[in-house]
Structure formats: structure tokens, C-alpha cells
């Protein structure tokens, strides 16, 4: 489930107990983390090819019976270029953006109204109100840890539709999923950018905006 603001007001912890690391009191990420070149390549890689290299995969199974070389042989040999097979591809389609709406709109509510439950009977299973990453400027949020919860919803929902509720076809993801493909990585981007421009320029916590 993705991640909202804190439930209550964040905390700070003391620099000056000895539970925490100096590192731990100075942040584990964003511009508190140092990272090596390797790794920043590495995140680059993949925030720049990995919508390419999923496309390639679901290209190949809907204009190649599955085939991940035969792609490559055509546009190699000839028989067929980027243009033709970008053409045959399925656009985002208005039924589609609705679904996939609906559905973020169904997992916000499931996050936001239901607090979780799963961790009350679960043995060993970590939920419910849970802190979360020490922050650049030392403060602690905390978050409602119901992602499991909301998995079991939708598929006792799902299920109930397929045999007795009937609201919508059973293969509705199936017909529709290089649309809904488009719709997750737009929307995708999107948090992710302003994830970054909200932590560059109106971050939660105020301290975090002063943390070189």
C-alpha cells in the first residue's frame, strides 16, 4: 500500500541515548544516505528502462505469441520496424483510465478508513500503527501498516463478484490490461516526481528542508 503522511505528530529521537546509532540519528535516506556510484547508476537503469523492458515483454506475448527473440529478428531482417509494432500496440483508453481510478480510489479508502486488524490474529505478522524510516533531520513518522488487510478485502470482494454479486466481468483485467499497464506507470511517474519535488521544496517536516 503506498505510504500516507504521519497519523499523529512525528517524534524526534534523542541524540543522546544510547538505543540508536549516530547514523540512526541523523536520517537513513533521502540526502542523509550517501550512496556509491554503482548504486546510483543502478537506480537510474532502472527508473529509465524499466517501463522499455516491461513494454518489450507484453509486446512480444500480444504480437509474438511470446516469442522474445522474434521482436528482435524482424526489426533486424527487416520484416517489420519500430513504428509498425508501436502501431499495433493498445492505447490507454478512457474504460481503462475509469478502472484504474476506481481501483486507487478502492485501495486510498481501504488504507484511510480501515485500520488493520491482521496483526491482532496473525501470529508473528507486523502490522497495524508501525514508526517508519529515521528521517534527515532525525524524526520519526508513523504509519497504518494494513496492506495485507486490503489484499484480503479485495480478493474476498473479487471472488464474491466472480460467484454470486456478478457488479463486473470476472476477466475485466484481462480485457483491458495494456491499457491498465499505461495507467500504472503514468500514474507511477507521477508519485514518484512529486515524492522528489515535495521533499525538495515543501517536505512534511520542516527540520528535514535545513538537513545538507
Known amino acids: 500500500m503506498a505510504v500516507k503522511s504521519q ?7 534523542n541524540p ?3 538505543s540508536h546509532s549516530k547514523a540512526e540519528s541523523q536520517g537513513q535516506w533521502g540526502r542523509a544516505w550517501e550512496v556509491d556510484w554503482f548504486s546510483l547508476a543502478s537506480v537510474i537503469f532502472l527508473l529509465l528502462f524499466a517501463p522499455f523492458i516491461v513494454y518489450y515483454f507484453i509486446m512480444a506475448c500480444d504480437q509474438y505469441s511470446c516469442s522474445l527473440t522474434a521482436p528482435l529478428v524482424d526489426i533486424t531482417t527487416g520484416r517489420a520496424s519500430l513504428p509498425d509494432i ?3 500496440t493498445p492505447p490507454v483508453t478512457a474504460k481503462a483510465a475509469q478502472l484504474y481510478a476506481l481501483w486507487i480510489g478502492f485501495q486510498v ?3 484511510t478508513w480501515l485500520p488493520d486488524f491482521c496483526h491482532r490474529f496473525l501470529p508473528g505478522y507486523v502490522g497495524g500503527v508501525q514508526e517508519g524510516a529515521v528521517t534527515p533531520a532525525g524524526i ?3 504509519y497504518q501498516v494494513n496492506g495485507l488487510q486490503a489484499w484480503l478485502i479485495t480478493h474476498v470482494l473479487w471472488f464474491a463478484n466472480a460467484h ?5 466481468s470476472p476477466t475485466i483485467i484481462f480485457d483491458n490490461w495494456i491499457p491498465l499497464l499505461w495507467c500504472a506507470n503514468i500514474l507511477g511517474y507521477a508519485v514518484s516526481t512529486f515524492a522528489m519535488i515535495k521533499g525538495y521544496l515543501f517536505p512534511t517536516n520542516a527540520e528535514d528542508w535545513y538537513v545538507p
Open 7 to 13: 497519523l499523529s505528530a512525528p517524534k524526534t529521537k
Open 164 to 168: 454470486f454479486l456478478s457488479w463486473f
Open 16 to 18: 543522546n541515548t544510547g
Open 109 to 111: 479508502l481501504l488504507y
Open 140 to 142: 520519526v513518522n508513523k
Open 86 to 88: 508501436w502501431a499495433k
